[in-house]
């Protein structure tokens, strides 16, 4: 009879399943909009073509988290892995000779599929952190950094394959096309499930089920850490998701391969340093896990970033691509403390009964935000250039940094009698 699995091993198993997943989500992302600007699309239906990717990410985290609590993590990682599969098969037969409307609405599909496997993914992932990482009473502040350290190291590994990703996907259009390319990630994506294959079935499941209503019973922590993440992925999304690599490819001339290996660097650079957030607070000497005065600080310090940036564009301030790259590199670092220090917060605010549903809620929010930004990208960038993404960017990172303000304390276990 084979040993049952341990938290550890289990955690590890979750955590390779949503790395494979990552290359493959991060790829699809770069091939979408490529090809379809190359045929002629303008950058709002090219973000039209990602809507039902955002909006059913939104429901998936939603029920999700409730799934997970009632069902447990491997029924929904099981879930979102083959439903990737079945989104990247569908975009096989994809053709040119397509009528427009046609190929809009059933790339919109497979993308909405592939935005409920991303979500069930990545709550599986992040819920599994607390399963493995318990409560701490009697050191409390021991057990929170090592929280901390644990969210950062899957966050941070998981922004850099999203990186690898970008630029695969760029190569893979370049040298296979986008048909090959979306069979062939679908094939070493069916492997990476054979691997879960192997989880218990009560990983993450709650002893008493939850009712429906523990869907929106959220503490004062996570209902305004989720208002505070809607505004701050709306921020990045606003431009990075489709103004950004359209103006490099259109404005600078970049070619594709170069426009997906600079995103990728960008993502693998932000997710080393999301890693590294908790070894650069004890560089600056905080020792000790990160509170709501965090939050408050790294969203104060991003938002005058991509206002520097459109200033620069708008003054004519040198060279438009350097202006543009040095901006994003910022951009990218302040961001990442952020989002690490968020990540962390959500499972700081929850205990580890919950906490597929409170992380199902915060990824909700987290959905919203994206939703709004890849709207918003597509139809400012239209208007407005590059620019008018920025200045919206700078403004919602404000909005974030004042919902931050009402962030309560972390609350501690108590201590056993």
Known sequence: MARPLSALQQYGIVTANYWAFTLTDGALRMLVVFHFHELGYSTLEIAFLFLFYEVFGIITNLYGGWLGARFGLRLTLWSGTLMQVAALLMLIPVADSWPKWWS??????????SGIAKDLNKMSAKSAIKTVVPDTPNDQAQGQQQLFRWVAILTGSKNALKGV?????????????????VGAMAAGLSVAFLLTLVLPADIGRM???PGFSALFSKSQGINVLSLARFFLFGARDVWFVVALPVFLQTTLGWRFWEVGGFMGLWVIGYGVVQGSAPALRRSWGQSGPPGPAAVEFWSAVLTAIPAL???A????????????VAGLAAFGVVFAMNSSIHSYMVLAYTDAEAVSLNVGFYYMANAAGRLLGTVLSGALFLVGGLQACLWVSSGLVAAAW?????LPAVPRPECPA
């Open 104 to 113: 809009v609405a059933y790339v919109m599909v497979a993308q909405a599929i």
């Open 165 to 181: 990703g970008f630029f695969l996907g760029g190569l893979l259009l370049t040298t296979i096309g986008f048909n090959a390319a």
């Open 207 to 209: 002893k008493q089920k």
């Open 309 to 311: 940036i459109a200033i």
């Open 313 to 324: 564009l708008w003054r004519q301030v040198g060279q438009p691509g350097v202006a543009v």
């Open 402 to 406: 004042l919902v931050s303000s009402r």
